[in-house]
């Protein structure tokens, strides 16, 4: 059955330092998305990518983190300088259409 | 934006006892689906159900829409059930995000 792959499964970074989490979505999925979850909380929409281009994005998403998929198979989520509070784990979803989003195993990060 | 309130916020269950998770969500919505975060954070897709009813070996879930809310039964629960369980929604508002809830975490003793 087809999944959606990340990698590192855990990244361990200094503060201040770029990041890049990679994802494989599943191969004939259109919409693509990042989603995180600090420890002990809730899982937050971060970002949607569609035809290309962001689609929507959240007040978390800001100026320091972007997203690309820079070729046909991988998507991207790149934080330019990290900080403390983006540690949590990162998840990959994509999706066909406005249907079932399918979820990736996560990258724990962890900035110290 | 949406709220979605799930409840009880903590079950702790017996091994073979059945129990019932509730999502409740403030406005109308065109996707839900319910997952199970395993101990190593994974999140597992149980059911997408906008509607209607599913079923799923011991596991079954019931939305109705109109009502806004939605109910996951699991049945003769065992310890790999343990976890956390979230609900979450698409608004109906065109955009594709999921909103999820805050998760009801489950313990299963033997």
């Known amino acids: 059955e087809p999944e959606v792959t990340q990698t590192p499964s855990h990244q361990v970074t200094q503060m201040g330092q770029e990041v890049i989490l990679r994802c494989v979505p599943i191969?004939?999925?259109?919409?693509f998305y990042w989603y995180r979850q600090i420890l002990g909380q809730k899982v937050e929409f971060l970002v949607s990518?569609?035809?290309?281009?962001?689609?929507?994005k959240s007040e978390i998403f800001d100026d320091q983190f972007s997203v690309e998929r820079p070729d046909g198979s991988n998507f991207t989520l790149k934080i330019r300088s990290t900080k403390l509070e983006d540690s949590a784990m990162y998840f990959c979803a994509s999706a066909s259409g406005a249907y079932e989003q399918y979820f990736g195993p996560g990258t724990r990060l962890t900035v110290t | 934006g949406i709220q979605v309130e799930q409840s009880p916020p903590d079950l702790i269950l017996q091994e073979g006892a059945n129990s019932t998770l509730r999502c409740n969500f403030s406005d109308s919505v065109n996707n839900l689906q319910w997952f199970h975060q395993n101990p190593w954070g994974q999140l597992i897709n149980l059911f997408y159900i906008p509607s209607g009813t599913k079923q799923n070996g011991r596991l079954s879930a019931t939305t109705v829409a109109t009502e806004r809310y939605s109910l996951l039964y699991i049945s003769s629960s065992q310890t790999t059930d343990s976890g956390v369980y979230f609900c979450?929604?698409?608004?109906?508002?065109?955009?594709?995000?999921?909103?999820f809830g805050t998760g009801t975490r489950l313990l299963v003793s033997p």
């Open positions: 979450a929604v698409v608004q109906n508002t065109g955009f594709q995000k999921l909103v």
């Open positions: 990518f569609y035809n290309n281009e962001i689609s929507e």
């Open positions: 191969s004939n999925h259109l919409y």
